[in-house]
């Protein structure tokens, strides 16, 4: 029997281009591309996304609040929303999105709603405490990886009859760039032969971009040559680039390459992979560098393990230890192409396995209709 096509409104707390938010973007298009109807509302002013969803016939609002600033009005104007559009599903992504859906459900009821959670920890207790008290308005919890799904039953912040592991996926062919591109983005960045490592994130303090630092400087003095790529930005930027400064590195060592739109490509120009995060949930830029088939150095934290097959397709190490975090680096430095290209086969493997966006998608489907059962609107 033939299914009719859902209602699907996705709920986010912004819309950036970060892990989480792409991953919306990436559910709302494959949604729609099946034949369902999608919304995105974003609490806060969209700043991503917004061509790519209109590309994508996918329509988008804000709630117009603003960062850092708590805002009842947010909780009548989502309920408004929901009562208007009547969707079959409503499926928020991260914290304050979660809480706000559920604490709106006996405003405006949906049939099904979905709280995402994208990281093994919240952050503030009181958060996960939110979780525990509006559990009773969601229908499900999710994490996208299962020691954080672990985590949150063992913590109480979701029952286990509640709770499911869904990860992120990705679209495969996006990072799969020819040599040219290489030669070329090597090029403009004046690389030479050094190796160079890519480090994608926002500059925030769960990066830990102090020990990547230290990591850097022990490598530097026994002669390493690489030089790190960071892309982004955040709250700590400024701090990251004076911490750099402090420590004795330059442009030479660590560069910041800021906000960039063409991370493909630098993938593509990158020989590897670096993270030194303190806390992950399952971070889609692991998977994307797999995807590259970059091999990849990153702390052992979250679902990290999940995605790098340590010895196979990288090295995990612990976390806030430099000294382990450069050792790491300095071994698969010292690789051949030969060794370097096997490891990268091995994660791209990985992710073909587990994370292709398609094969995700399916996976959200069958959730939704087995919530759905025969309570959808009518």
């Given at each position: ?11 986010t ?12 973007f ?6 729609r ?10 609490m ?295 060794e370097l ?11 073909r396995?587990?994370?292709?966006i ?21």
């Amino acid at each position: 029997m033939t299914r009719p096509p859902m209602r699907i409104l996705l709920l986010t707390t912004s819309l950036l281009r970060g892990g989480a938010e792409t991953q919306v973007f990436l559910l709302a298009r494959a949604f729609r591309a099946r034949g369902h109807q999608v919304r995105v509302v974003s609490m806060l002013e969209p700043g991503g996304y917004m061509d790519d969803l209109a590309e994508a016939d996918v329509e988008v609002s804000s709630l117009q609040l603003r960062r850092g600033v708590g805002d009842p009005r947010g909780i009548t104007r989502f309920a408004r929303v929901v009562r208007r559009w009547r969707p079959d599903v409503v499926h928020s992504h991260m914290v304050h999105a979660n809480l706000l859906a559920r604490v709106a459900r006996p405003l405006a009821w949906a049939p099904v709603q979905v709280s995402t959670a994208h990281n093994i920890t919240e952050g503030a207790r009181w958060r996960e405490l939110a979780y525990r008290l509006t559990d009773a308005f969601a229908t499900i919890t999710t994490n996208v990886c299962v020691v954080g799904a672990e985590r949150y039953v063992k913590i109480g912040a979701a029952p286990a009859a509640k709770m499911r592991t869904m990860p992120n996926g990705i679209v495969i062919e996006a990072f799969n760039r020819p040599a040219e591109v290489r030669g070329r983005v090597r090029d403009s960045l004046e690389l030479g032969d050094r190796f160079a490592w890519l480090a994608v994130g926002r500059v925030e303090p769960q990066k830990d971009y102090p020990n990547m630092f230290r990591a850097v400087a022990r490598g530097r003095s026994h002669g390493s040559r690489a030089v790190v790529l960071v892309v982004g930005e955040g709250s700590l930027f400024d701090d990251m680039v004076a911490a750099r400064d402090e420590m004795g590195l330059d442009d030479e060592a660590v560069r910041f390459l800021g906000p960039r739109s063409d991370v493909p490509e630098l993938m593509a120009a990158a020989d590897g992979y670096l993270m030194s995060s303190a806390w992950e949930g399952l971070p889609l830029v692991l998977i994307e560098a797999s995807a590259a088939r970059l091999p990849i150095v990153a702390t052992d934290v979250g679902g990290n393990d999940e995605i790098v097959a340590d010895g196979a397709s990288g090295y995990l190490v612990p976390p806030h230890d430099p000294e382990a975090l450069a050792a790491a680096m300095s071994r698969l430095e010292g690789l051949t192409p030969g060794e370097l290209r096997a490891m990268g086969e091995e994660g791209l493997s990985r992710v073909r396995s587990h994370y292709e966006i398609e094969r995700v998608v399916d996976g959200w489907l069958r959730l939704y209709q087995e919530l759905l059962g025969d309570g959808r609107r009518r």
